[in-house]
């Protein structure tokens, strides 16, 4: 704490001390519950639990940040569901403890798979984000029998309109430069595989569509859906396929599934909004745990009750190909990352908000120059010294 009686010039000291406090992370990895938190623990490239830092606004579930002693590497635990996920994220953007102006946000959690498309144990990169479930619905017992799903996009009258009601987390498409780089560093590992993984996807045989699902774990370029309603079966999984083509007017395809990541996306958007965040130096990496629909011969409910097969082979690989990307941003930051990978496409959200024109959506409501950000002389910098914590949660 700097005393407020004190000469103008020790107050200035005082301010260069506390910016100076600031931790400026190189990688920020955001994770939702114990066992995401838990595979990169006890690792021996670092040692996220040097620095525990308690910041208001996380998850009372996991209220700390956890750093290397260094600061270069963090972790945040941003609890699941994308209430949870948007609230503790936008926590930490706003917080003066953290400058994460050049900081890469490596979403690294587990999600359900379209077996479509890739396979469990498999680790997906997305370019497209897409609120799935930010529809209108109706129960498919009371559907019209001429409409294919009971999930309806809002303001639309036919399951085939475009959106009418548009709320601006519908979509995000993040930078595939970086992307690209991210799925390179992690083809160099050695992906885990299971027993238990090989005898799920073992069952998908005899359907030519889930050909992707009997391969062994890749890593994959591929998009996401949020839903907070965790779904299960072709029929909801094709509905929010065809959502997904439908609300990017065809530039991606669905392929993973979990409950936080258009929440997450949209805190780190307005965190660049309000000058403290990069949102062209975040990666999207999901591991798949199950799949969204069940084998030829279960019930849908059989597999979303009993489907923990790829569990094991997610988890491990959350860490097996993530610490790829982040060793890879590390080891290249003098020459690459700290300036930056400059995007070769759109970068933003269906409102145009960063600047640029959306190619998916009515197009941007900014005029394609942007949302305006806080002014310069309106930032915050760091004015409190770190708070940490010791390990029974009691501040220091
Ligand atoms: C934030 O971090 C970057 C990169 O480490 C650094 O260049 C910049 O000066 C920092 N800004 C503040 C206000 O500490
Ligand atoms: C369903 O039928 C109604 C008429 O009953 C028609 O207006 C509507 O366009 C049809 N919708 C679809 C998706 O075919
Ligand atoms: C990978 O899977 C094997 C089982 O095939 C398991 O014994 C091993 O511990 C796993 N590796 C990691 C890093 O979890
Ligand atoms: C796949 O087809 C073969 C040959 O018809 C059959 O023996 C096998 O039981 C089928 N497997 C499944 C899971 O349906
Ligand atoms: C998805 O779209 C296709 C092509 O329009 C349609 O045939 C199918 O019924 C749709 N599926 C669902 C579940 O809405
Ligand atoms: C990167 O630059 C910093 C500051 O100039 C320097 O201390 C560090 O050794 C450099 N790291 C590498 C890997 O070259
Ligand atoms: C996306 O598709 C909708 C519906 O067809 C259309 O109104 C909109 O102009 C399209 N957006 C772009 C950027 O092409
Ligand atoms: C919108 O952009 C056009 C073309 O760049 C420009 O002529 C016009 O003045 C802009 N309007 C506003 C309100 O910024
Ligand atoms: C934000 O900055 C502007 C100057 O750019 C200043 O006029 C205004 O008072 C500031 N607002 C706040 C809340 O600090
Ligand atoms: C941080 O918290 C963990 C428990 O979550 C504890 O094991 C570790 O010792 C703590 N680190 C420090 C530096 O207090």
Redesign the pocket.
């Known amino acids: 704490m700097c005393p407020s009686q004190v000469f103008r010039s020790i107050l200035a000291l005082c301010a260069v001390a506390a910016v100076e406090a600031a931790i400026s992370p190189k990688v920020f990895i955001i994770d939702y519950y114990s066992d995401e938190q838990d595979a990169w623990l006890g690792i021996p490239e670092f040692n996220l ?4 830092i308690t910041l208001p606004g996380l998850s009372m579930m996991y209220p ?1 940040i ?1 750093c290397t002693s260094d600061g270069s590497v963090c972790q945040l635990v941003a609890g699941e569901g994308e209430i949870n996920a948007g609230l503790s994220t936008f926590a930490l953007t706003l917080s003066p403890e953290f400058n994460l102006t050049q900081t890469y946000f490596l979403i690294a959690g587990d999600a359900g798979v379209n077996p479509e498309v890739a396979t469990v144990g498999s680790v997906t990169f997305a370019q497209f984000a897409v609120q799935g479930a930010l529809q209108y619905e109706i129960d498919a017992r009371e559907k019209p029998e001429n409409f294919s799903t009971g999930y309806i996009p809002q303001g639309a009258t036919s399951v085939d309109q475009y959106p009418q009601y548009i709320y601006g987390t519908e979509v995000f498409q993040l930078n595939d430069a970086l992307r690209q780089r991210a799925i390179t560093f992690a083809k160099t590992a050695t992906l885990n595989d299971t027993a238990s993984a090989q005898a799920y996807r073992a069952q998908y045989t005899n359907v030519s569509d889930y050909a992707p699902a009997l391969t062994a774990p890749a890593v994959i370029g591929c998009d996401t859906v949020t839903s907070d309603n965790w779904f299960s079966g072709a029929l909801l999984a094709d509905a929010f396929a065809n959502f997904t083509r439908l609300v990017t007017n065809g530039s991606a395809t669905y392929c993973s599934t979990q409950q936080e990541d258009n929440a997450v996306l949209e805190a780190l958007l307005r965190g660049q909004l309000a000058r403290r965040t990069d949102f062209s130096r975040v990666i999207h990496m999901r591991t798949a745990s199950d799949f969204d629909r069940p084998p030829p011969g279960e019930s849908v409910a059989e597999n979303l009750f009993d489907n923990d097969g790829g569990y094991d082979a997610a988890i491990a690989n959350l860490y097996v190909a993530g610490i790829k990307v982040v060793q890879g941003i590390l080891d290249g930051w003098n020459d690459t990352f700290a300036a930056g990978i400059t995007s070769q496409n759109f970068v933003g959200d269906i409102f145009g908000s960063l600047g640029g024109s959306p190619p998916f959506g009515p197009g941007s409501i900014f005029n394609d120059t942007g949302a305006p950000q806080v002014s310069e002389a309106n930032v915050t910098t760091a004015t409190t010294t770190t708070t ?4 029974s949660g009691r501040l220091r």
């Open positions: 639990l040097e620095q525990n700390d956890h940490t914590s010791d390990a």
